[in-house]
C-alpha cells in the first residue's frame, strides 16, 4: 500500500506518534546503508565548518574595525579541594577573575558585516544546488535528505544559543565522527507496499527494503528516519500524525475511586494511594553477570581488530536486551494506570540531584522514575486520562491522617503517627499524601478514604508480566 503523507499543520492539537520496525536487510543493502551514512556525516561536518570559518572572518573583521571592548568576568573554580585530614575543614570554591573580550554586535557597521558573513540554515540550503553540481557523492543523495542533514546542525546551534542565553554550560556543537552520526532522515514522501505479509519502504537510490510489520502503521506519515543501533542493527522510523487528541473528562466529573497517587520507590517501583503495590523488576541485576562476561571478553581484545569489533556488537547487544526489557516492563505499567485510572497524580522528582546525593545511583537508573512518568504522560494523551506532578517534598514526613511532621530516615519502613496514632506503610503514607496534595493544588475536594479496587488483591503486589488481570 501507499502510505499518504502529511499536508501543512494547522492550529488544532494533534497526537504525533512513532513507529519503530527493524529492517531485514542483505548484505549488499548494509553496506549501501552504511554508505548513506556516513556521506550524511561527512556533509554535516562539512556544514559546520562552514559555519565556523564564517564567524571566525566575521570576527577578524571586527578586530580590524576595532569593535571590541574588554571586561573583567568573574569565575568561579570547579576544582574544589576536598576535606583530608590536612584541611579538616571543606574547602570553598575559588572566584577567579578573567579578562575576556566581548565584541560589539549592536553597531551598524557590526550588523552590516554580521550580514554578509552569516551563515544559517536557509543560506546552506540554498547553496546545495552549486555543491551537488560539483560533488558528484553529495549529488548522489536525495535534497530533501541533504536538507534534513542541515535541519538537523540548525538545532543543535538553536540550542547552543538558547543555553548561552539562560546561563547554562553552552556545549558547542561538535564534528560527528561515524561512531557519533546514526541517523539520517526523510522528509519526502517514501514508498511503503505490504503485499503478501512482506512489507518494505523503498529508498531512492538503493530500491526496496524489507522491514518486520509487527504491528499496523496507522495516520499519515509525515517523516522517515533510519538508524543504525550500537549492537548493529539497523531500524527504521514513522513518524506518523494519528490526528486530534481524544477530550478528557472534566476534572469535577471524575469519580474518586479514578484518583489515584503513587509513590516511586526501589523496592516497590510504585505504591498506590489504594493500596496497590506495582513490582519493580531488576533487569539490570538480572543480566550483570552476563554482562560483566561479555565486558570481560571485550577487554582482552586488541582494540580496532574485527575479534573486538564483534565483541562490542555483543556488548551492545546485551544492552539494547536490558533496555528493551526495561521498555515493555514501564509501557505495560503505563497502559494499566492509564486504563484504570483518570486522574494519575506522580511525584515530580529531580532524578539528577538523588543520583548525585545518593549512594543508589544505579539502582535509581535501572528503576527508570523518568522514563515511567513520561510513559505514563505519554499514553494518558491518547486514553483521555490526566496526569498531574507534584512537588515530593516531605510527602513521606508528613502524617496522610493529621499533616503532622513525623520525622524518619530511609532506613525506617513504617510510618507510625505520635500525634493521631495512624500506623501504616511508609510508601503507603507517602502516596496518600501524594493524592491529597495534588488534589489540593487542583482546587478540588479531598477524599479522607481510598477504597481498594476489586481488579487486584487489597494491599498484594502486582505482576504486570505481561499484566495485572
Not at 52 to 59: C, E, L, N, P, R
Not at 276 to 294: H, P
Not at 343 to 366: A, R
Request: contains cysteine; positive net charge.
Amino acid at each position: 500500500m501507499a502510505s499518504k503523507f502529511a499536508k501543512k499543520p494547522t492550529n488544532k492539537p494533534h497526537t504525533v506518534r512513532t513507529y519503530k520496525y527493524d529492517l531485514i536487510l542483505n548484505q549488499i543493502e548494509k553496506v549501501g546503508l552504511q554508505y548513506v551514512l556516513q556521506t550524511c556525516q561527512r556533509f554535516y561536518n562539512a556544514a559546520l565548518e562552514e559555519r565556523i570559518s564564517a564567524y571566525k572572518q566575521y570576527t577578524e573583521e571586527l578586530d580590524k574595525r576595532g569593535l571590541y571592548h574588554y571586561e573583567s568576568v568573574q569565575k568561579t573554580s570547579k576544582k574544589v579541594p576536598k576535606k583530608s585530614k590536612k584541611t579538616p575543614v571543606q574547602a570553598s570554591p575559588v572566584e577567579l577573575h578573567e579578562v575576556k573580550k566581548i565584541y560589539d554586535h549592536t553597531s551598524p557597521e557590526a550588523k552590516e558585516l554580521k550580514k554578509k558573513y552569516e551563515v544559517n540554515y536557509y543560506t546552506q540550503a540554498a547553496a546545495l544546488t552549486l555543491i551537488r553540481a560539483e560533488d558528484q557523492v553529495i549529488n548522489a543523495l536525495p535534497r530533501h535528505m541533504l536538507n534534513a542533514v542541515l535541519y538537523k546542525l540548525d538545532l543543535a546551534f538553536n540550542a547552543f544559543f538558547k543555553r548561552c542565553k539562560t546561563g547554562q554550560t553552552p556545549g558547542f556543537p561538535r564534528f560527528k565522527g561515524i561512531h557519533q552520526f546514526k541517523s539520517f532522515e526523510f522528509r519526502h514522501p517514501l514508498k511503503i507496499e505490504n503485499s503478501a505479509g512482506v512489507s518494505q519502504v523503498h529508498i531512492p537510490n538503493l530500491g526496496w527494503v524489507r522491514f518486520n510489520q509487527y504491528r499496523p502503521l496507522r495516520g499519515v506519515v509525515k517523516s522517515v528516519y533510519f538508524r543504525l543501533q550500537q549492537s548493529g542493527k539497523w531500524t527504521v522510523n514513522f513518524s506518523v500524525d494519528l490526528g486530534g487528541t481524544p477530550e478528557k473528562i472534566p476534572l469535577d466529573l471524575i469519580p474518586d475511586n479514578q484518583i489515584v497517587g503513587g509513590d516511586l520507590g526501589l523496592n516497590i517501583l510504585l505504591y498506590l494511594s489504594n493500596d496497590e503495590k506495582i513490582e519493580r523488576v531488576r533487569f539490570t541485576k538480572n543480566s550483570e553477570k552476563k554482562l560483566a562476561k561479555q565486558q570481560r571478553k571485550l577487554s582482552r581484545k586488541k582494540k580496532g581488530s574485527n575479534g573486538y569489533k564483534r565483541q562490542r556488537a555483543l556488548v551492545a547487544k546485551t544492552n539494547d536486551r536490558i533496555a528493551n526489557q526495561r521498555l515493555d516492563y514501564l509501557r505495560k505499567v503505563a497502559v494499566y494506570l492509564v486504563l484504570h485510572y483518570k486522574l494519575i497524580f506522580l511525584e515530580d522528582l529531580n532524578v539528577k540531584g538523588m543520583v548525585q546525593g545518593l549512594n543508589y545511583g544505579k539502582s535509581i537508573y535501572d528503576a527508570a522514575w523518568s522514563l515511567l512518568v513520561s510513559l505514563v504522560q505519554f499514553k494518558a494523551e491518547s486514553a483521555g486520562s490526566w496526569v498531574v506532578k507534584v512537588d515530593p517534598r516531605d510527602t513521606s514526613q508528613d502524617c496522610s491522617g493529621c499533616g503532622k511532621l513525623v520525622p524518619k530516615d530511609l532506613t525506617v519502613r513504617i510510618h507510625s503517627c505520635p500525634y493521631c496514632g495512624l500506623i501504616l506503610d511508609r510508601d503507603l503514607n507517602a502516596a496518600m499524601n501524594i493524592r491529597s496534595r495534588g488534589l489540593r493544588e487542583l482546587g478540588l475536594s479531598v477524599s479522607t478514604t481510598d477504597e481498594p479496587r476489586s481488579v487486584c488483591t487489597d494491599g498484594e503486589s502486582l505482576s504486570l508480566s505481561p499484566v495485572c488481570t
